[in-house]
């Protein structure tokens, strides 16, 4: 009587790597305080005009209804601070701002107990009466909009004058229907350190909020309308390459993900406060084929932790000359280069082969009568009758042999 048994293996490839360490040099650094993001996502200060200008937007809340807070914890789509106690820049929600604002509202410059600069709002502050409703319309809170805040220290269009210095649209329809300049004639002073942040909250003390923001297409202007950042915010890579201007660097605060945007994906991150500080510095690494991916030799610390255009926080490209290589993509089987930066060329399946002193270890699998098992195998040659396997089974040796039957090599 017959018995068949088929077997088919699985099999773990073992190998052995050699390791060239070799030593650049060495850079040493003191501690150090600076504040750093940790919201979704950030821009360097400079990116914000201080004469005049625009930030101009797309955005969609999710999970905010009702009555908008008072204070600050509440959802902002931006803002720059550079302690707890001075914040130059800030867009969001809030009943009662301090500054007698309500609805959306927006400062720039204020903080330290000295509130200088200006601001606006949908209407004169109003504690917990405010509503997302009354700002976006009835069935509106939840869904994509176009914002714009602009400013001039001469006065926003189409008032002019020196009292109106900002102002807030929503969908091309001004917003805004309070103005203040504190004190009188003051301008605008760019604070000296801290990050311009997305997705945050109007008061440092306030955590993450369980709504959600989206954001997409960020651009800023300047006085003159000229177009000095833009970035389309749908993917980490797409961050860190801005389309004009400054890069942005990707925090992940707030648990920030990518959704189906207005143009392509859209940011979106639970709101959450938006500095944090850093005693070491941060160390960034070129990318010099902004793919995304940077060099692990080539490196920057940086003392305000605020990421440079031509670096990224990722250090696992393997060739930082050629954007097509990086751990992003797959192998190409065949072309004898390491695409996906693993460490191994053209690999075949899950096994690594690299066609010198391959062979398979299964260990004991108590083979009963019939079991299936599998395995690849890529030799080097097949010409002849030179190609034998053998497999060792708990003690049973079995030998496969390979042939080349049409005679191709």
Known sequence: MACLIQRTFYAVWQFSILFAVIIIGSISTSAQQATIPITAVSFPKEVVPIDGGAIDFYAKLSGFQGTIPVGGCSPYFFEQRE????STWQMGFNSNDGLANGGLTAVGSHGGGSYTGYNTGTGYFCNYCWTYKQVLGNGQV???HHYRIEWDKHGVAPFNDTT???????????????????PLGSDIAQITGGV????STGNPGCGTLSGLIAIDEFKIYDLDGNLVLWN???SETEIANSLVGANGSFNGGGNAHFIAGVVGNALEANPVSGFGNCESGLTVYADADSDGYGNA???LILADCTVPKGYVKDSS???DTNAAINPGVSEIIGDGIDNNCNGFVDENNALRFDGVNDYVSVGSIGIPSINTREFWLKPNNLAGSSNQYLMDFGGNNYWVQLYDVDGDG
């Not at 311009?196 to 997705?199: D, G, H, K, P, V």
Request: negative net charge; hydrophobic residues 40%.
């Open 83 to 86: 302690n707890a106690g001075n």
């Open 142 to 144: 939840d869904q994509w």
């Open 164 to 182: 109106r210095r900002m102002a807030i649209y929503i969908d091309g329809t001004l917003n805004s229907k309070r103005w203040d300049v504190m």
């Open 196 to 199: 311009l942040n997305l997705i």
């Open 232 to 234: 389309s915010l749908g």
């Open 297 to 299: 030799a080539d490196t």
């Open 317 to 319: 490209d393997c060739d």
